[in-house]
């Protein structure tokens, strides 16, 4: 009775520590996402909103997914450089300039953007800085 009462126990805390484990990659992710929060909170903010939802007409919002999505490549690029060109988002243009962070790393940008395209209803995975630079050399 005893044996089988530790053998149960064992059986049960293996089992526990392999149920709450998360693989590597999520836990990247969520670190990456906790960071990217911080960083978003001091960078982008006070023009995106603390709900992504902008500011009327001079900051887009950061709730359509399609166009996170579509410009997913780009993301980087607005980040580090800033946008002066009009853009479309939810059916609104928007043509304020968006200003640039030329000192953010490229881990900052890639956390920023895990934090960006998993937040305000949006779901699209991890960001490497790796993809950063790449997407970096892309820009226009």
Do not use: W
């Amino acid at each position: 009775m005893r044996r089988r009462l530790l053998s149960i126990l064992f059986l049960s805390s293996i089992g526990l520590i392999i149920y709450s484990c998360q693989n590597a990659s999520q836990l990247k992710q969520d670190i990456y996402y906790t960071n990217g929060r911080d960083l978003y909170i001091k960078y982008c903010q006070n023009c995106h909103g603390a709900n992504g939802e902008g500011l009327s007409a001079l900051a887009p919002p950061l709730t359509d997914t399609v166009f996170l999505q579509q410009n997913k490549q780009k993301i980087a690029c607005y980040i580090k450089n800033g946008l002066s060109e009009p853009i479309t988002v939810h059916g609104r243009q928007y043509q304020e300039k968006m200003p640039d962070f030329p000192t953010l790393a490229n881990i900052d940008i890639a956390q920023i953007i895990v934090y960006i395209t998993n937040s305000f209803g949006n779901k699209q995975g991890h960001y490497t800085p790796e993809q950063v630079a790449d997407d970096l050399k892309n820009c226009k």
